[in-house]
């Protein structure tokens, strides 16, 4: 298959080839996919597959740049999500519900991603789809006529992609690097609840087990360091390619912030004049949120309105911030201080998946009893690279 480019555009051959007997994991439906296309498409289409059979529902992943900005299964779409994107929440269907679901977990992220999902999709998804930002999908079916619609993208340039259900992988996988071909067994442990058996500081409700499947899922398809918080089935604040665990640990938990934010009434209140496209109107909400605004965009955010905003302040933030509950928090690796459990607490957290094994086990296990935080050790790493 020859490819659009590369990773860049100056290297302009580039190619994608299957590894044995000619069987490809993914077709082209329409367009032409260059090659971190097909890097999102694989990575994200094994995620909501993996997700899918673990939980027994449709699931969803929103791709940039090899790593999920959101991922979810299908579930209730809440009034802030269904406004933003104009759909009547209590009746779409299971599909659209887990990409929008997805989307909405961190939607400046998800503007231009790669979307996917574990079903086929459907007309509802594929409307959906047209009307935002994004440059393509990968599905293992596509309902009549939706191949048509989305094809009409991006002037003709969305990238459709259909997945091979059936396909297995070979057991060793290689790259190479710098002339060097490197070889390893494919990691193929199975990813159940039996994972989550040994806990300490209490037992696991089976909702916040199945939020911890669904952040080891994610996981294991996000560039490392990597944590996740998730809640009621949909990400909260993923954290990609941080050198240090509690970096990661921080910035994922600003996104938490953010979207629990994004539900307070100062922020839903914010009345922008018609015309104000939805990117637009999430990266002022965002940049509101955040505050500090320079008077320049303070200017800019008020021409955007058509009546002033309401203050938020940082006492009602604070207020609001602590109304968040039940998240649970998943870690690719052990989490080698407490400070993960600390930060993470402050995010809502009561519930924490992690292989366990670090010198400071001990102590970490300690954080949580403190915060009354359960604790789930599965042994088992999911670094991804």
């Known amino acids: 298959m020859q490819l659009r480019y590369g990773t860049n555009p100056q290297q302009a051959a580039a190619h994608a080839a299957p590894v044995t007997h000619g069987r490809w994991p993914v077709r082209v439906l329409h367009g032409q996919p260059s090659f971190i296309n097909m890097l ?12 899918s059979q673990s939980l027994g529902r449709p699931a969803a992943a929103s791709f940039k740049h090899v790593s ?84 009409k993208k991006k002037n003709g340039r969305f990238l459709v992609l259909e997945s091979d259900e059936t396909f297995v992988p070979p057991p060793c996988e290689e790259r190479e690097v710098f002339g060097l071909r490197l070889t ?33 899922a994610v996981l294991r398809y996000t560039q490392s360091n990597s944590v996740c918080y998730v809640r009621d089935g949909m990400t909260l604040g993923i954290g990609a390619g941080q050198q240090s665990r509690v970096d990661c640990t921080r910035l994922a938990g600003a996104k938490v912030d953010t979207w629990w934010l994004r539900r307070h009434p100062a922020v839903r209140g914010l009345a922008f004049r018609q015309g104000v496209r939805r990117q637009e109107r999430i990266n002022w909400q965002i940049r509101f949120i955040e505050g500090d605004l320079t008077p320049d965009e303070t200017t800019r955010l008020a021409q955007a309105l058509s009546t002033p905003a309401e203050e938020l ?33 402050r995010h809502g957290v009561e519930y924490i998946a992690e292989p366990g094994g670090s010198i400071r086990s001990d102590e970490v296990e300690a954080a949580c009893r403190e915060h009354r935080i359960t604790l789930a050790r599965t042994g088992f790493r999911l670094f991804h690279h």
Request: with cysteine; proline share 5%.
């Open 313 to 345: 302040t940082i006492d009602q933030r604070e207020r609001w911030r602590q109304r968040l509950t039940g998240v649970a928090f998943a870690s690719d690796g052990a989490l080698p201080f407490r400070d993960n459990v600390d930060h993470a607490h």
């Open 68 to 151: 999920p900005a959101g991922a979810a299964v299908s579930g209730p779409v809440d009034d802030v999500t269904a406004e933003l994107y104009g759909v009547a929440g209590d009746r779409v269907s299971a599909l659209t519900s887990a990409y929008l679901r997805a989307r909405d977990a961190d939607p400046k992220s998800s503007y231009g991603d790669f979307a996917a999902v574990s079903h086929p999709v459907d007309t509802e998804l594929a409307e959906l789809l047209t009307s935002v930002v994004c440059d393509g999908i990968v599905a293992p079916g596509y309902a009549p006529g939706t191949v048509a619609t989305l094809g």
């Open 40 to 51: 999102d498409a694989l990575n994200a289409w094994q995620l909501v597959r993996e997700a």
């Open 184 to 216: 390893q067994d494919r990691d193929q442990v199975q990813l159940s609840a039996a994972l989550l058996g040994h806990t300490v500081g209490g037992a696991l409700p089976g909702t916040a087990a199945e939020d911890l499947m669904l952040g080891l």
